[in-house]
């Protein structure tokens, strides 16, 4: 059993773990959040350290010593924007680099965008302000995001002779092809409108003083699915995305994640706290 000890040590994001609920907020507030390797680096650090204290990932809701074991996990940027995306010392250095530093600093990229897309918890965007390039990279690896009405979105690479490669699976899942082809080659910014009609956000509210409520409502609406449930929801979208047997071999794999969760021990929990008609164990007290 993993406790809730030996948090990473950060200086560029702010970790805070509320019971089942993990806060990470974006601190470089003067850069307006932009990523640099160090911060970079702070958030995979962290990704993989809820990951690892994640009810989903443990098959249990606490530790041996009681602690709960994390669910929900929600992202947020400090100050007057989510993130502007790469840092402009770190876009100058890629210009120097050799090929072979440039793939390190890609491959560092996919860990931080894919740890956040194959989280166990379930993940939520706080965004206010622009969310640019790697910020709007974040946002498509989310599984629910709130926005304010000023938001503007960019995938904003093209803008630089560069496309939003690394970014481009999530982002793609997110808003499907013909929406991420024309991002990718506008490159321009989406108000709050469009990002809620493409499906690159979920809400949109009016200014940030209503981001409490809205948070708090998803929140607890996910505290009431079985987390082991919303875990493997994951693995289940994963193997449809990724499906390339026919269809009856499609059906024989769903029956078998069907048997699968309905044996496990969440799986026995819900079924008998629905015929015994009392709550499941993972739901909160009124």
Same mark, same amino acid.
């Given at each position: 059993m993993?406790?809730?000890?030996?948090?990473?040590?950060?200086?560029?994001?702010?970790?805070t773990?509320?019971?089942?609920?993990?806060?990470?907020?974006? !601190?470089?507030?003067?850069?307006?959040? *932009?990523?640099?390797? *160090?911060?970079?680096?702070?958030?995979?650090?962290? $990704?993989?350290?809820?990951?690892?204290? @994640?009810?989903?990932?443990?098959?249990?809701?606490?530790?041996?010593n009681?602690?709960?074991?994390?669910?929900?996990?929600?992202?947020?940027?400090?100050?007057?924007?989510?993130?502007?995306?790469?840092?402009?010392?770190m876009?100058?250095?890629?210009?120097?680099?050799?090929?072979?530093?440039?793939?390190?600093d890609?491959?560092?990229?996919?860990?931080?965008?894919?740890?956040?897309? %194959?989280?166990?918890?379930?993940?939520?965007?706080?965004?206010?302000?622009?969310?640019?390039?790697?910020?709007?990279?974040?946002?498509?690896?989310?599984?629910?995001? =709130?926005?304010?009405?000023?938001?503007?979105?960019?995938? @904003?690479?093209?803008?630089?002779?560069?496309?939003?490669?690394?970014?481009?699976?999530?982002?793609?899942?997110?808003?499907?092809?013909?929406?991420?082809?024309?991002?990718?080659?506008? !490159?321009?910014?989406?108000? %709050?409108?469009?990002?809620?009609?493409?499906?690159? =956000?979920?809400?949109?509210?009016?200014?940030?003083? *209503? $981001?409490?409520?809205e948070?708090?409502?998803?929140?607890?609406?996910?505290?009431?699915?079985?987390?082991?449930?919303?875990?493997?929801?994951?693995?289940?979208?994963?193997? $449809?995305?990724?499906w390339?047997?026919?269809?009856?071999?499609?059906?024989?794999?769903?029956?078998?994640?069907?048997?699968?969760?309905?044996?496990?021990r969440?799986?026995?929990?819900?079924?008998?706290? $629905?015929?015994?008609?009392?709550?499941a164990?993972?739901?909160?007290?009124d």
């Open positions: 993993k406790l809730m000890d030996n948090p990473p040590t950060t200086s560029l994001i702010e970790l773990i509320e019971g089942s609920c993990a806060r990470i907020e974006l !601190a470089r507030e003067e850069k307006f959040n *932009a990523l640099n390797v *160090a911060m970079i680096t702070e958030l995979i650090e962290v $990704f993989e350290w809820t990951k690892e204290r @994640s009810a989903g990932q443990n098959d249990a809701l606490s530790d041996s009681g602690v709960p074991y994390l669910r929900t996990l929600v992202l947020s940027g400090r100050g007057k924007h989510f993130c502007a995306g790469a840092d402009i010392n876009m100058r250095d890629a210009g120097a680099n050799t090929p072979e530093e440039n793939r390190k890609s491959e560092r990229l996919d860990r931080l965008f894919n740890g956040l897309w %194959s989280h166990p918890c379930f993940t939520i965007g706080v965004v206010q302000g622009v969310a640019l390039g790697g910020g709007a990279g974040l946002i498509a690896c989310l599984d629910y995001v =709130v926005a304010t009405e000023n938001v503007r979105i960019a995938l @904003s690479e093209g803008k630089l002779g560069i496309l939003p490669a690394v970014i481009g699976p999530y982002v793609y899942r997110r808003v499907g092809s013909a929406n991420f082809r024309r991002l990718a080659m506008q !490159a321009s910014r989406i108000k %709050s409108e469009e990002a809620l009609r493409i499906g690159l =956000v979920e809400r949109v509210v009016n200014d940030p003083e *209503a $981001f409490d409520e948070i708090d409502a998803i929140i607890a609406e996910v505290l009431t699915t079985g987390p082991s449930a919303a875990t493997l929801a994951k693995e289940l979208t994963l193997g $449809f995305d990724r390339s047997a026919d269809d009856e071999a499609l059906r024989r794999w769903t029956l078998d994640f069907t048997s699968r969760m309905r044996g496990s969440e799986g026995q929990e819900g079924l008998s706290s $629905f015929l015994e008609k009392r709550p164990n993972w739901k909160p007290e």
